[in-house]
């Protein structure tokens, strides 16, 4: 299973951006996917995670400004991220859990830029 994210760029804050996240290659079932981030200096975090029947958690720090989706005939994963800040800066990860009869594992992606100017 590969993932492939797109979307990331700049933009001024109070802009907006929407990444995009599929899954590709031998799938069989996907479970959670979801959107973390990793801030230079700082940890990986969650972002924003959605489960293949659509209910959803969100970071407290993204609440009323982010909205997460997905596709589930296209295997994809949207973040849809309105009013974005400069603390919003940050590589953006993507990751979903395939599950097969016999396990579930998480993949991830590479990881798009976002960068937000003030």
């Known amino acids: 299973v590969q993932l492939q994210a797109s979307g990331g760029g700049l933009v001024q804050a109070g802009g907006s951006l929407r990444l995009s996240c599929a899954a590709s290659?031998?799938?069989?079932?996907?479970?959670?996917m979801g959107w973390h981030r990793q801030a230079p200096g700082k940890e990986r975090e969650l972002v924003a995670a959605?489960?293949?029947?659509?209910?959803?958690n969100y970071a407290d720090s993204v609440k009323g400004r982010f909205t997460i989706s997905r596709d589930n005939a296209k295997n994809t994963v949207y973040l849809q991220m309105n009013s974005l800040k400069p603390g919003d800066t940050a590589v953006y990860y993507c990751?979903?859990?395939?599950?097969?009869?016999?396990?579930?594992?998480?993949?991830w992606g590479k990881g798009t830029l976002v960068t937000v100017s003030s």
């Open positions: 990751n979903a859990e395939h599950a097969t009869m016999y396990n579930a594992v998480d993949y």
């Open positions: 290659g031998r799938i069989f079932s996907i479970n959670t």
């Open positions: 959605i489960t293949s029947g659509g209910i959803t």
